[in-house]
């Protein structure tokens, strides 16, 4: 596996495969990999004659309150299992490389941005989608690959690339959890053992709902309430220790709705400690 740290070998590498004809798969990550990282590898792997892997922690999509600096990073054991997992090369550029001094352009996040996530870290969608486009302009892959884990994020994604006509094709790929429910995060690592077993409540919240909806529930108040329920911090329940948001909206565009005639998601963002976990799932009719 190639490692590369300057835009110009980055580059390079990615057109000497394209310009022979070859499909190449991008897989953008922040490291700290873990096994939901390393299944989008996989996927691009079938669907493409290479892949390539990005760890950069960005810093313009964290606030001044957020945990950049604490951001897990093991980029010796992420270099070993890229490797192993088949990665052709993997891109891991300073700051200075992505951002030199004088850098004042940015990316507008889309509408789809503005809600849920939006109000809670104003900022966020702005930088991801300014990181994305640089890194979709540094390493011109023909298809990109994202976890549905961050499902706000790759609408966001997939709106810029169609509205910027970006030409490369977004491959949503599923969420990887733990094998007791528990999505899995870089962040997860900072969970102590009680803080764990209390996040459990994201998946079960999101499984009482999956079932409602299985069994034909299809007004969104009564979900929204099977949603909460599990949450709670209450005296003799395990729930989290804040909610930022627990709702169930359309799935396009992230807006409110009263009852599921096709599809929608579920999306949770919660705080366990000092822990901040999202975890969602998509309802879709038959
Ligand atoms: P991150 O390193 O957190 O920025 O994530 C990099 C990519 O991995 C994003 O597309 C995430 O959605 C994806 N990802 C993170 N966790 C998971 C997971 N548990 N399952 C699937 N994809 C994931």
């Known amino acids: 596996m190639k490692i590369l740290h300057t835009i110009q070998d980055a580059r390079r590498f990615v ?80 700051v200075s490389e992505m951002y030199p001094d004088g850098s004042s352009t940015f990316v507008k996040a889309p509408d789809v941005g503005k809600p849920l996530e939006g109000e809670f870290r104003p900022t966020h ?47 949503p790929c599923p969420i990887v959890r733990e094998s007791d429910g528990l999505a899995m995060s870089s962040r997860n690592r900072y969970l102590s ?26 007004d969104v108040a009564k979900l929204t309430e099977i949603l909460h329920a599990p949450l709670a911090d209450t005296p003799d329940s395990q729930g989290v220790d804040r909610v930022d948001y627990a709702v169930i909206v359309d799935c396009e565009n992230l807006q409110p709705i009263d009852t599921i005639s096709a599809s929608a998601v579920a999306l949770l963002a919660t705080h366990v400690g000092t822990t901040r976990l999202i975890d969602n799932c998509v309802l879709r009719c038959e």
């Open 15 to 94: 057109w000497n495969l394209r310009s022979g004809g070859q499909s190449v798969g991008l897989v953008p990550t922040m490291g700290a990999l873990h096994a939901g990282h390393l299944s989008l590898v996989e996927q691009g792997r079938k669907s493409c004659d290479a892949v390539v892997t990005t760890i950069f922690v960005n810093p313009t999509q964290f606030a001044a309150n957020e945990d950049l600096d604490k951001y897990p990073r093991t980029i010796e054991r992420d270099i070993e299992l890229l490797s192993a997992a088949g990665c052709d090369a993997v891109f891991i550029p300073d």
């Open 125 to 171: 969608f702005d930088g991801v989608a300014t990181v994305v486009l640089k890194l979709f302009q540094i390493l011109p892959t023909s298809h990109a690959f994202f976890g549905q884990k961050d499902y706000q994020q790759l609408r966001v994604i997939e709106t810029m690339v169609r509205d910027l006509n970006v030409p490369i094709e977004i491959m």
């Open 193 to 218: 053992d009680s803080e764990r077993q209390r996040a459990l409540c994201l998946s079960r919240a999101l499984a009482g709902v999956q079932t409602a909806f299985q069994n034909g529930q299809r």
